[in-house]
């Protein structure tokens, strides 16, 4: 799809809208309803633009947003990984586009289309969950038995909309490709695991915990240069 955008707009940056491109691509598609895969595509994309556009995953979830919370930084919106989001109303904004759009996949019946939305969905998700927990850890006053309750609402709920992300990821990947290709894509799903696992450390000593985090990929040890002076393998045990 941004493919053949990129071509057609390279080509003519004056012809169709974006929703007539994406009406005509859902056609060559051979999707059901055309006219409702623009729908989706017009109502996602701004989504998604605010999410990729605002850097995340890449290249925030590289430890920026983990280390937001392991500092207990205050979040600035409008900034940084909330660059497109300048308030937390846009937040909630764009969960509820994002909504809408999730049930113009679900008719649409396409798995690529479902699995993408499911990724911007739930990086949205993330998103709003880190303004939250970064927002309550960052005052100056311990918080209450109240807000470590609500801390650990927030952190499953983190841990949830990065499960969907990493799901989607894989659902898009078989349907799309077929077969488990690893590279970026693996690469990316280890990212979320680590924002993830790296949120879920901080928070330790305000008495939270993850359920989820023994299923987290986390880094347990490094290799070093050193290592293979004298041999091309080794093997470390932790």
Same mark, same amino acid.
């Given at each position: 799809f941004n493919l053949t955008a990129a071509a057609e707009w390279g080509w003519n940056a004056h012809g169709r809208d974006e929703r007539e491109f994406a009406a005509a691509w859902a056609v060559q598609r051979g999707?059901?309803? &055309? !006219?409702?895969?623009? +729908? @989706?595509a017009v109502l996602l994309g701004k989504v998604g633009w605010d999410? =990729?556009?605002?850097?995340? &995953? =890449? &290249?925030?979830f590289f430890g920026t947003a983990a280390n937001m919370i392991k500092q207990r930084?205050? &979040?600035?919106?409008?900034k940084g990984l909330f660059r497109y989001f300048p308030t937390r109303e846009h937040l909630q904004q764009d969960a509820?586009?994002?909504?809408?759009? /999730?049930?113009?996949? +679900?008719?649409?019946? +396409?798995?690529?289309?479902?699995? !993408? /939305?499911?990724?911007?969905?739930?990086y949205v998700a993330?998103?709003? @969950?880190l303004h939250d927990i970064a927002a309550l850890i960052s005052r100056k006053t311990p918080p209450s038995d109240a807000e470590r309750a609500a801390l650990n609402d927030h952190l499953l709920a983190l841990a949830q909309a990065e499960w969907d992300v990493n799901e989607g990821l894989r659902a898009w990947?078989?349907?799309s490709l077929g077969t488990p290709v690893g590279g970026r894509l693996s690469d990316t799903q280890e990212v979320n695991d680590q924002t993830l696992a790296g949120v879920s450390e901080a928070l330790k000593p305000f008495g939270v915990r993850n359920p989820l985090a023994p299923y987290l990929t986390r880094e347990i040890g490094q290799y070093q240069t050193? +290592?293979? !002076? !004298?041999?091309?393998? /080794?093997?470390?045990?932790?």
């Open positions: 999707l059901k309803d &055309p !006219e409702q895969a623009a +729908d @989706w999410v =990729y556009g605002s850097g995340v &995953p =890449y &290249p925030h930084s205050a &979040p600035v919106l409008g509820a586009i994002a909504a809408q759009a /999730t049930a113009l996949a +679900d008719q649409l019946g +396409d798995p690529a289309i479902s699995a !993408e /939305t499911q990724v911007i969905a739930g993330m998103l709003g @969950w990947e078989k349907a050193p +290592d293979f !002076e !004298e041999t091309q393998s /080794t093997q470390k045990v932790l």
